[in-house]
């Protein structure tokens, strides 16, 4: 067999791994070339041809979970000198002695945060287009949830009319291949609040189900129909607080109320306040917690991440 290299990329989804399992297989010049990674951190390089086979053991290794690895596997003529490169790094042969593992890990690379995991930055970059912007939206989304400034309740509508509103929202671009099922979660019951006393007469609902509480798993069309808010005899659902929100107060642009339930929120939803400002910024607060978590099991598949990491917010 004559010398050769195996440049490749490997996505750390775990590491060390539970059980022994192959980096990669490979068939090239007459051979097939098979790197396994075991559940103690090392490297074992398997090297079959049609005259010989050889295995080579090579100290352990600490990887970067959630990052991708340059791995390079080299050989000289009859599979003389066989050598494994990480982070361009030679791992040494163990030969019956152990060696001090090999830290490919960076501590430094920056974490993105979704309520429940986080991603490296690194390994989201290497998404694809709308899966990466899919990703990066939902950090954004989740910062500003957890922020009560005026100016982030209103930024939060336009994240979310882009996963969800848009002719072809973002959130299909992204689960185009994943085809995870996507579903909002609301309260069973409509628990209206009352505002009584100074003209007009409004009522509002909290769509976000509490701990316990029995809830509906609805899709996209009948979650932007809900309605959310009445203001005298005007009913304003999701879609219509989202597209005031974005389009009249701000959020994309300052525009025209050109509805009724966007004249009515926008001349009327400041009378009622709450700890996070008028109601109708409240209310889309609360429509961006509902997005966000129904858009959660998306990012967990795209990110690799467990389903069983718990939603916290």
């Given at each position: 067999m004559a010398e050769g290299t195996l440049p490749f990329e490997y996505l750390v989804k775990r590491w060390p791994v539970s059980v022994e399992t192959e980096v990669i297989s490979h068939r090239t010049s007459g051979a097939v070339v098979v790197l396994v990674a075991h559940a103690d951190g090392h490297l074992s390089l398997h090297i079959r041809t049609y005259s010989k086979s050889l295995t080579e053991h090579f100290q352990v290794v600490r990887l970067p979970v959630g990052e991708y690895v340059k791995i390079a596997i080299a050989w000289k003529s009859e599979l003389a000198d066989l050598a494994v490169f990480i982070g361009g790094r030679q791992l040494e042969a163990q030969a019956g002695k152990a060696k001090e593992p090999l830290d490919?890990?960076?501590?430094?690379?920056?974490?993105?945060?979704?309520?429940g995991f986080s991603i490296p930055e690194k390994f989201v970059q290497s998404l694809p287009h709308n899966q990466w912007l899919f990703v990066e939206t939902l950090v954004d989304l989740t910062k500003r949830l957890g922020s009560n400034r005026r100016y982030d309740g209103l930024r939060i509508s336009a994240l979310v009319r882009q996963l969800i509103c848009d002719q072809t929202p973002l959130y299909v671009k992204a689960n185009s291949e994943t085809k995870v099922p996507i579903m909002f979660r609301v309260r069973?019951?409509?628990?209206?609040?009352?505002?009584?006393?100074?003209?007009?007469?409004?009522?509002?609902?909290?769509?976000?189900?509490?701990?316990?509480?029995?809830?509906?798993?609805?899709k996209a069309d009948p979650f932007l129909a809900t309605p959310v808010l009445l203001i005298e005899e005007t009913k304003c659902t999701t879609l219509d607080v989202i597209n005031a929100v974005a389009h009249v107060l701000g959020g994309v642009h300052v525009g025209r109320a050109l509805t009724s339930a966007a004249k009515a929120l926008i001349d009327r939803g400041d009378q009622i306040q709450t700890p996070s400002g008028e109601l109708t910024i409240a209310a889309m607060q609360d429509i961006g917690i509902v997005t966000l978590h129904a858009l959660l099991p998306l990012a967990k598949t795209i990110c690799g991440v467990s389903e069983d990491a718990k939603m916290k917010f």
């Open positions: 490919i890990t960076r501590t430094a690379s920056r974490q993105l945060s979704i309520p069973k019951k409509a628990n209206w609040g009352h505002a009584v006393g100074t003209p007009p007469q409004i009522s509002w609902v909290n769509l976000c189900p509490s701990e316990n509480e029995e809830y509906l798993d609805v």
